[in-house]
């Protein structure tokens, strides 16, 4: 059964820092990777999509990676601001993963301090 | 147009009551999703539907009776729920289940049962 992790769990920063989100999986054969932002009682907003042949995408502050032979992702947020604040969620998709192919991670909650 | 809509936004209802939510896309996508998502928690999947057909029914009681009259819209029939149901209730849309080009999420609809 594939698993995602998502560490830390919660966290907490000043306004300006770089930080990293991360994320595991237990299974190399993923197809892709998919960052989500969930703002308090909202739904799911993509933020970078990292398909199985790439290694990384930007936008904007943001910048995904993936390792497939370590299992690992990391979000990558440069200057972070106030409105950054929010859980993301990442998602990895698998043949034979879940009946619509995503297996989430419990998220990380962001909170940045102005 | 990149967008799932749903509707209502925030829906408050009695235990005898019978409601629907509804979800709409217009990329073409032909799988659509339900999920439900309690707080801090993920979302967790509940149908899917594949070319109109439902395809997984993740062993969700009765009392949620999903429909997709066409490729773009999808409803969630409501009746005699439990105050326990109250959650954030997504819709999401692929191109197919299992899609390497990512997953599309509505904004939600929040759910209270009284």
New interface residues.
């Given amino acids: 059964k594939q698993e995602v992790t998502q560490i830390p769990a919660a966290l907490s920063v000043p306004e300006g820092e770089n930080l990293v989100l991360n994320c595991s999986f237990t299974d190399s054969a993923i197809y892709n990777l998919q960052w989500f932002r969930q703002d308090p009682g909202k739904g799911l907003t993509s933020l970078l999509l990292i398909q199985s042949s790439q290694r990384e995408q930007t936008s904007g502050r943001l910048n995904a990676s993936l390792d497939k032979s370590s299992g690992r992702s990391t979000l990558y947020i440069a200057a972070s601001q106030p409105g950054d604040s929010a859980t993301y969620l990442c998602a990895g998709l698998y043949s034979g993963g879940g009946a619509d192919g995503l297996t989430f991670g419990k998220g990380t909650h962001l909170i940045i301090q102005p | 147009d990149t967008e799932?809509t749903?509707t209502p936004k925030h829906l408050v209802m009695g235990m005898t009551n019978k409601k629907s939510l509804k979800c709409e896309q217009h990329m073409g996508h032909r799988?659509m999703?339900w999920y439900k998502q309690k707080a801090?928690?993920?979302?967790e999947?509940m149908f899917?539907y594949s070319y109109e057909k439902l395809?997984?029914n993740?062993s969700v009681p009765s009392r949620f009776s999903p429909e997709c009259p066409n490729s773009s819209l999808l409803n969630l029939h409501l009746h005699a729920l439990q105050p326990e149901d109250s959650a954030?209730y997504?819709c999401?849309s692929s191109q197919v289940?299992?899609?390497?080009?990512?997953?599309?999420?509505?904004?939600?609809t929040?759910l209270t049962v009284v």
């Fill in positions: 799932v749903q799988a999703y801090k928690k993920p979302p999947l899917v395809s997984i993740e954030l997504l999401a289940v299992g899609s390497y080009y990512g997953y599309t999420f509505g904004s939600g929040r």
